[in-house]
């Protein structure tokens, strides 16, 4: 058996007809290599995963040296790459004063919202429909894309409140008093890359200083300088008193986290939450390298920048193979004239990986930050192509 109908005999199919038909055996900087030796670029960054590129040799090097070195303890310990991982991320995110390493963005989502619901005592949580959170149990309960949670009705969501995103009269319905927090995704991703004005997240912040409410904003995608800052708020000027992140956290290595800013860091004692593998010393190692590198690397400053002209560029296709762009940084939604699995198809055949999103017709650029100037040229030529 070759390793698909291996996986396929011996794998749930949950992943059955969404895949890439393809095995992937190696990978380096922004190219990805299948088990027959075809390269493909990497647009989707391992599913908004590889900030730094494949393999980056620095991130290798720090996690075989702590595999060599300290393989793991839980947090029954102190560790030294623990604690500068610790620092690196709760120094780059906004004002934020401490944070809980887990080991997914559904589990951080999870422990948001137990830091809220305790921090104010109250039961309910407002959140966005068509967000998306996570898939146990309790991020589903937060979660309103409905394809998501259609199949599981028994989900707990009694204790949501779904609200539409840049909506914000829909407040007004509220009781303030019961509201704990207000999650969400502000910048949508897998719905299809949807965003509001920038004065509803500033309104947003607005009404939880009013009610008391917590804002927690689920930067499990646009968290690591994907959207061309470090985190996206800052495109606002507006901070959440919790963050949710994971995906890019890592550089690739399994890590979630929550950071809370000093107020509600103040609301935490010992027992609240535990973890067994979070923030684990190889985890550590990897975020605390990511971090390293996307500085050394000037990788925020470099998204800004390219990607304006990205955008640019795809916008020169409207009107002839495109609809829209949308998005920040490096999470980009192309909403296409046609159906967006052709155009991925279309992409793929050319030697390029992009995603697909819940709207039919928009596909997702979620590309390592290291992408460069030449590799974005390809894509250009290949989009060339398949729109001529
Ligand atoms: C915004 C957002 N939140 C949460 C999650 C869940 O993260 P994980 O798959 O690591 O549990 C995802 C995953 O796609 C996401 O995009």
Redesign the pocket.
Known sequence: MNSKETEDRYILPTYNNIRFPLSFVRAEGSYVEDDSGGRYLDLYGG??VCVLGHCHPKWVEAIAEQAGTFDFYSNLCYCPVRAEAAKLMVERCYSMHQAFFCN????A?ETALKIARKATGREYVVSMEED?????IG?LSVTGFEKSRALFPQNISRWTRFLRLGDLEAFDSLDPEEIAGVIL?PLQ??VGVKMAEPEYYRGLRDWCDRTGAVLIF?E??TGNGRTGKWFVGEHWGVEPDLV?T??GLGGGYPV?AVLANEKISATVEAGDQATTFGGGPMAAAAVAATYRIIEEEGLVEQVARLSSGVIERLGGYVGRGIEEVRGLGYLLGVRCEKPAKEIQAALLDRGILVGTSGDPQTFRLLPPLTVSEEEWGVFFAALDDIFA
């Open positions: 599913h908004a997914s963005g559904a589990e989502n998306f959170h996570g898939r146990t991020a995704e991703s897998v689920d499990v995608q949710t994971a995906k979630g």
